[in-house]
């Protein structure tokens, strides 16, 4: 059943009872005055007309409901719907209307309802029971309440709570720095230490303000240095970004990114352990300069390089000194701070020493644009002499490098420098980069490359002579044609010991080089495979990953044709031969034995009294 | 002493009539409709018999170390690079060797591989900007479960700007498409066949095009769907040129044939389920119209019911 509350029209001619409905669509109804073709009595029939409230307003009606009293008696049996009985037709109207308009309600039955065709979804007709009209005559529904003043912001906030929003305004950043020593402090209140991951804290020499040590990085739609990166303790960073020099005579002296005081004119906070004493940001302003020599470290210039002349040629205490300056004439940045490079030196929870090193260059107003580097890099101080960062304890760690070592000598135990296996880097024409440029390799990561030889074949059987052995040279890690002999088990193998060293092995087929007239020289291996066959050791719960082999397995020997190809060489006669690389990572894990222990079977017996229970 | 029942068992009556009595009529047309009516009911419904079904697999993607990139560089002239040592003997000064990092990311361990991350870095002198690039990556597609379906499949990742691009971003979910429906158990062995024949020396092998066309006319295929691919712009000079590509494999809805016994189930579950009111309503209609003798018959109590029992002994007290 459906109820539709109502408002009372007036009545007019003593018989037509008028009403409304604007239950969210209207609802009018009007009595109309029939006779009844058996009996002069007077019948009330209802018309109404439904309506959402737009369609109302213009005085358009498009939904019709008659009660079906209004059918004549003709009609009842052409119209649809018209099918009613005299006699329930002259009881209906007779009686029922006025009794139930006495009673301010009256109901149509379902079957006393007829609708035409109409697409407004503001009413659904019901699919069974009654339409109940009532007069209520309830002025409050035709209006609007009136609005109460909203006069507190919890009375604003009230809406985005329903919707578990927060207002619609820029939302401050997180991680101001008294938070971040508010989380230090709550991971150990009594003892507070760095952990991994916690922001590093500089002092700025001229006014003593608490900052985050943070260097420039690029955003993610362009290269440009534009956002600062945070360096945090025992995370190692690396940043790469460009400055655009489109206005360098200003910018040269005035972008702190090209002076080399802003990355040295600050102390280290050396450890967390200040902060019990001094828990905010403001109140190291007004801390003497031997209370700040206790509880900071100072950033130690270790390494200049000026790469214009490619030299160490600035003493390091000369440093500071060296500001940016401007050659109009030559339209050049002179001693502009091409990269940075920190090293913390740590020991436990605390950092020791702050090294950091620092390569100049010309910014040349040509060039479009100027590129700087940044680095940080953690060195334990417990294991002086080591500063080969470890691949993780004691399985190595996904991405981490692997550990490999070249035994000089097998038969003496001597001490096997580490170093991480690597692949030759790529210089930017695609060549076989020198030491410098190494690609390394990350431990569970594929991969496939190749670089290029360049290969002077103005005589063909003279490059032919020197071909493997450049190629050779090229394929090793440093250029030296020796090849890692051992590479470490786990990601924490030492150099100290020869504990944990497995070799490695080499599959080559050898076959003698030869040159063929007029240009091809036979039998040359062009590439190497480094497979890497590791497996998951330890708790199923806490595997530990153990390289448990390595194998260089070098391409069948193939013939290289000493010719410059279609085209021609890029450069004079120097012909590039490709060497090509591949490293891959199997997973020889062995799963757990489904080993279970025989259940103990029962022997189920009937009580020994069962049939003496007395 | 009160009494209770301790077993109960049904008395057997028999009815009999000759085979041409209205009464075997009669039981000949309950037994029609009793088998009759499901199976109709069962022609009728074509739902019943079905021909196709969806299945749901994680299919086993396989890198199959083989890419193919060509950078377009200002000023029209481009670079070229792949994994196939022949095709970069034949690109010559096009040649620009590179480096490729992948790893297949198994998130749950069950040996089935969910994405695969695939880094490539070109190195670029400091006269050479990227404009745009088309980078192919090729795959082994592998169904096993309810069919054995392998193809050789190729993702292509293609991106061309007004600016010079440094660095490009995508992450893209691999979708399999099919033209038409598998069969069940049944090797394709035709898609087997590699897109690429890497021995050749003929440039044409290579073509792109040929390639994505020797793949749309298969029956199924692949398509990598990239929602926001990010082109990042200003490029550093001699930085390497950086495309990384993070893609998808999950679980895949795949068209396929039922088998026999799939539809033989089907039907028979149907036919079950619509004999069990037709049994009843003609067990009911047996049992009054025996009970009430509308028809002539002969009534026999079985062996096993009391009359019978009673009968059988009654001379012997």
Known sequence: MQFLYGWELDDIDGCTVGWRSLDHYAFNCFTERRYSSNSNRKCNAFHCSISDGINSRAGFTSRKYHHKDACNYADSSSKPGCKISRASFSADCGAELHNDLAHREICFSEGLLLQNSSILPSFRRPSSGDVCLIYDNNPQRLFYQEP???????????????RNLKSPIFQSSPGSLDEDITRILQHSPSSPAFKVGDPIFTIRNTDRSLRKLQFPSSGSFSTRCVAPEAINFLTP???????????????????????????????????????????????????????????????????????ARNVYAVRAENAPTLIPSFSA??????????????????????????????????????????????????????????????????????????????????????????????????????????????????????????????????????????????????????????????????GNSTRFSADGWIPILRQITTADMSFVPPNICRNIVTGVSIE??????????????????????????????????????????????????????????KSAVDLRSLQPSTSRFLPTDFFSPY | MSYFTVHREDVYKDYKASPLSAAAIFQLVLFAITIGAPIALVAVNPDIWPMYTTVYEQPFVRYQQMVIVHLDLAGGSSLAWSTIPQYNRLMGRTLRSSRLKTKEIDINGDKIPDAFSITLDVPLTAQEQVFGFTFLVFFDFILQKRTFFEMSTVVSLQHSAASAGADYFADGTLRFVQKDSLRPGFSDYINKDPLVNISSADISDYNVASIVRRVATRNASTVLDVSMPIWTTTPVPTQPFHIEANIHFPVQSIWMQTTVLHRLTTAGAAFTFWLLPFWLFCWYLRRMVFSSGALFLVQDSSKYS????????SGKE
């Not at chain 1, 109460?148 to 009230?158: G, H, I, L, W």
């Not at chain 1, 489109?246 to 972008?255: F, G, K, M, Q, S």
Request: negative net charge.
């Open chain 1, 329 to 490: 004439a030559t339209n050049t940045c002179l001693n502009a701070v091409k990269g940075v490079a920190y090293t913390f030196v740590y020991d436990g929870s605390s950092i020791t020493a702050v090294n950091l090193s620092v390569v100049f260059a010309s910014i040349r107003g040509s060039n479009g644009s100027f590129e700087q580097s940044f680095q940080a890099s953690f060195v334990s101080a417990t294991i002086p002499g080591d500063e080969l960062v470890r691949s993780g304890n004691p399985g190595y760690l996904d991405g981490s490098a692997v550990l490999v070592a070249t035994v000089l000598d097998p038969t003496v135990n001597q001490s096997m420098p580490a170093d991480y296996l690597a692949l030759p880097g790529l210089s930017p024409d695609g060549g076989c980069g020198n030491a410098d440029q190494l690609e390394r390799i990350s431990f569970g990561e594929n991969m496939q490359m190749s670089c290029t030889v360049l290969v002077d074949v103005r005589d063909p059987s003279m490059a032919c002579l020197t071909l493997q052995t450049q190629l050779m040279a090229a394929m090793s890690i440093n250029g030296s044609g020796n090849f890692p002999t051992n590479v470490g088990v786990y």
């Open chain 1, 532 to 589: 890497v066959a590791s497996s998951k050791v330890g708790f199923l719960s806490n595997p530990q990953a153990k390289i448990t082999g390595v194998l260089y397995r070098f391409t069948d020997p193939v013939d290289v044709v000493l010719e410059c190809p279609f085209g021609g060489c890029k450069t004079g006669t120097l012909l590039p031969v490709e060497v090509q690389f591949a490293v891959s990572f199997n997973d020889f894990t």
């Open chain 2, 306 to 313: 009391m009359k019978s029992y009673f009968t059988a002994n």
């Open chain 1, 148 to 162: 109460a003043a909203v006069d507190s912001t919890a009375q604003y906030d009230a809406p985005w709570k329903a």
């Open chain 1, 237 to 307: 960073a690396d940043s790469l970004c460009s400055h655009a020099v489109d206005r360098l005579a200003t910018d040269c002296v005035e972008n702190p990114f090209f002076q080399i005081n802003s990355f040295i004119n600050f102390d280290v906070i050396r450890s967390a352990a200040v902060f019990s004493a001094i828990n905010t940001s403001a109140d190291f302003a007004s801390i003497t300069d031997s209370a700040l020599r206790t509880f900071t470290v100072p950033v130690h210039l270790t390494g200049i390089l000026d790469t």
